[in-house]
């Protein structure tokens, strides 16, 4: 069953603006994982946030994790028409193999 | 690093007809995964190994999957037999989970149509 459910579903912006992504989940985490498919291509990570941690940053990225509201959010800056690709985030359970479960995923196109 | 390797990268079968899908996860990564992604249901994880142990296959669909991993550097998909309710892009992962890492790599992935 899917654990996280993305918001919005489709996003489409003009280079330059940013671009924010959500993502709620429904059980207890031990991280968060942020994916990059490119169309027809296999999943690439971006980015890991802990349970215990509020806000991360990396180059042109920020994730941010509320787990008291059981949602994170995920910003791109200056977007670029190179960032189109759907984005997933992940929730991991940590333990001895850190079993993932996707959420639906939000499909973003950066135009021109 | 070659990164996770899958094949074949296409296939295209007949309803009935065994097919075996195969991942040579990176070398050293002790944590192998294999999900499934159709528009539908997304992305779906089949099974994981942890050193080449099976820990979790619940959500394999059925007995008509099932999933080996002989060593440390290969593991194959098998569905038998095959059904048009199967095609997906079927994409294999790994990940140093000894290391403390829990990112995981993926595969280019298989595209399976079942006719």
């Known amino acids: 069953s899917q654990q996280g459910e993305e918001d919005p579903q489709a996003l489409s912006i003009q280079e330059g603006e940013n671009a924010t992504m959500n993502c709620s989940y429904k059980?207890?985490?031990?991280?968060l994982q942020w994916y990059r498919q490119n169309s027809g291509r296999g999943l690439v990570h971006l980015i890991l946030?802990?349970?215990?941690?509020r806000e991360k940053h990396s180059g042109r990225l920020r994730v941010t994790l509320d787990t008291s509201k059981k949602s994170s959010s995920l910003l791109i800056t200056a977007s670029r028409a190179a960032d189109t690709a759907s984005y997933f985030c992940a929730t991991g359970n940590g333990g001895a193999t850190n079993k993932l479960i996707f959420g639906t995923g939000t499909l973003l196109a950066v135009q021109p | 690093d070659a990164g996770v390797i899958q094949s074949p990268r296409h296939e295209v079968t007949e309803m009935g007809q065994e097919v075996t899908l195969r991942c040579k996860p990176i070398s050293g990564h002790n944590s192998l995964f294999w999900y499934r992604q159709t528009m539908m249901r997304g992305l779906e994880l089949l099974i994981y190994?942890?050193?080449?142990?099976?820990?979790?296959d619940s959500g394999m669909p059925e007995d008509r999957f099932s999933a080996k991993m002989p060593n440390a550097s290969f593991s194959t998909l098998k569905i038998q037999p095959s059904e048009p309710r199967d095609s997906a892009v079927y994409f294999c992962a790994s990940s140093p989970r000894d290391s403390g890492q829990e990112t995981q790599y993926f595969g280019p992935g298989t595209r399976l149509l079942v006719l």
């Open positions: 190994f942890n050193n080449n142990v099976p820990i979790d």
């Open positions: 946030i802990r349970s215990n941690e």
């Open positions: 059980t207890s985490i031990n991280n």
